[in-house]
């Protein structure tokens, strides 16, 4: 790069030269980098107090010479009762979500490439994108709205019909079903695009020929959509099993979680939340998030291990 | 908008294809009712009089018709505060988060800055990592964000994701621009904000939609870090505050709120009031959506390419 600042700089190292003559540049990054070191690093460091007993009065030095007890709190949080409970619920709504909802964005994306009529496809399209944006807690309305078992829009409406609408808002057996689903109306069309995208660059001549060949609709949807847009599944896939664990989760459960579901509907994140900022058992909580983390970078890196072997694709 | 393979040689329908067009259009269509209807539900009912409302029936139209929820809602300081605090933090946040962002962005976009690799290197490393929840606090706390305006603005001010998303685009700027400005004397301050910003609206255009939409509707930090200011209490808060009350005390939602001053039937429910806020609250993000969407595809798509 040419730059008009011809200064005599000497034999400096070239780094130190670059920095001289580019700080500008780099002091952009550095602010970058200042802000990642408050908002990221210091986090990050913070992690030791999940090994040492913190406590809020020594402040926040505490977190940095607090009594080291080592695994003290995993081993806590691992034999306590709701151990189990909290590891079942977290895993069992990520992969469900994961199962169920990830194929249906695939699905959906065909669908509307395969729609006929240019139009109403383009106000679905548009349409279904739009929930991505509304908050959670607006869809948590919208549950509580049509769902709740005295007021519930659907449950009146089914009620005039005679039937009686199950207590999903209430009974812990829905609560996975709840989040799944809701999951899936807020972010089906959303996670479509990049299909849509993928499916969009495939070479229309493949069709044609195809056609030609006397390939049905259905055998050019598994023969040619499917395989042609195999690289751009293997990476979602990936990323969303190293999502796993985050995402939605933690928001759905507090929205959505009450006194009555709370068997399937506490998952580590709020377990955390109450043990720590509520409960001030910070040490314990942070040990119990550490856990959460562990886990989920096991999962990033099986999958992504996974990919690399069998669908040749992988992210690092 | 995305172009679909187009089939204009299909023109002989088999039956098959047939079949399969009346699926995906019956599927299709359940789906736009199914996305759709909920919103324009919770609209009737926002017009509807709360304690009719209560009786249950109403599909499609409302049945007494009333502006009172708006009205009430509108009259209620608690709610005016709250906008306000949320309109603020949403101007505010997404400003400084789009020009931080994209400044860092432009600065690494030139690929053969000294230690670009490295700077990458660690902004990697903060993306896929983090202390969590707890340490977060502490570090808020530590440095007296914890009940302060600014939780909502700096810690949302830079995006690593936005970021990448940010450095494909500049990287397509012909560098051209940048060389006859420095002969010109100019520096990367000015090169930024006069010419790289300038050329980006698309790019600011998507940036800016999503950090808006992402403080419009946030309450978590709220809810974690501003417990004990009542003023800072965002409109996502208040709503969520109001539908679970709503919700756990499922007798009081459809009971009338008091109204003393006036003897007579009262229009307005806690219920039918969470119709208007629910509307109030998705009003903005309806309203910029329509302009914003062709940018936020193309832009997804850029970050879906290179990231």
Known sequence: MTSAQPHAIGKAHPILRDIRKRWMLHLFIWCGLAFLFVFNIIPITGLQMAFRTFKLKDGFAGIFNGQFVGFQYFNEFLSDRKFTVLLRNTMSISVLKLLFNFPLAITFAIMLTEMPGRKFKRVVQTVSYLPHFISWVIVSGLLFTFLSSSSGMLTDLFKSMGIEMPAILVKGDYYYGLAVFSELWKEMGWNAIIYLAAISGIDPTLYESAQIDGAGRIRRIFNITLPSIRGTIAVLLILGVGGLMGGANFEQSLLLGNSTNIARSEIIEVYVYNQGLVAGRYSYAAAAGLFQSMISLFLVISANWFSRRFLDTSLF | ?307
């Open chain 2, 1 to 307: 908008m995305i172009g679909i393979p187009r089939q204009k040689n299909a023109i002989r329908h088999t039956p098959e294809d047939r079949i399969i067009n009346t699926m995906i259009i019956i599927l299709t269509t359940f789906v736009f009712i199914v996305t759709v209807y909920p919103f324009y539900y919770v609209l009737i009912m926002s017009f509807n009089n709360g304690n009719d409302a209560m009786r249950g029936g109403i599909y499609l139209w409302p049945r007494v018709f009333t502006m009172e929820n708006y009205g009430q809602f509108l009259n209620d300081s608690k709610w005016i505060s709250a906008i306000f605090v949320s309109f603020a933090r949403t101007v505010l946040g997404t400003g400084l988060g789009v020009l931080f962002t994209c400044m860092v962005a432009y600065a690494m976009s030139f690929e053969d800055l000294k230690l670009r690799k490295f700077y990458y290197g660690i902004m990697i490393i903060c993306m896929y990592f983090s202390g969590g929840l707890i340490p977060y606090y502490l570090t808020l706390r530590q440095i007296g964000l914890l009940n302060n305006f600014l939780v909502y603005i700096i810690p949302m001010m830079f995006s690593i994701y936005y970021m990448i998303l940010a450095i494909s685009f500049f990287q397509a700027i012909p560098r051209t621009l940048y060389e006859s400005a420095y002969l010109d004397g100019a520096n990367d301050a000015y090169i930024y904000v006069k010419i790289v910003l300038p050329l980006s609206l698309p790019l600011l255009a998507t940036l800016a939609l999503f950090m808006a939409v992402n403080q419009w509707n946030s309450w978590m930090d709220t809810a974690f870090y501003c417990t004990g200011q009542k003023n800072l209490r965002t409109l996502a808060y208040l709503l969520r505050d109001l539908i679970v009350s709503n919700e756990t005390g499922v007798q009081r939602g459809w009971q009338a709120i008091s109204d003393v001053a006036a003897g007579k039937m009262k229009a307005v429910t806690s219920k039918s009031i969470q119709m208007a806020a629910m509307m109030i609250s998705i009003l903005p993000i309806i309203c910029v959506y329509p302009f914003l969407q062709k940018y936020f595809v193309s832009g997804i798509m850029l970050g879906a390419v290179k990231g």
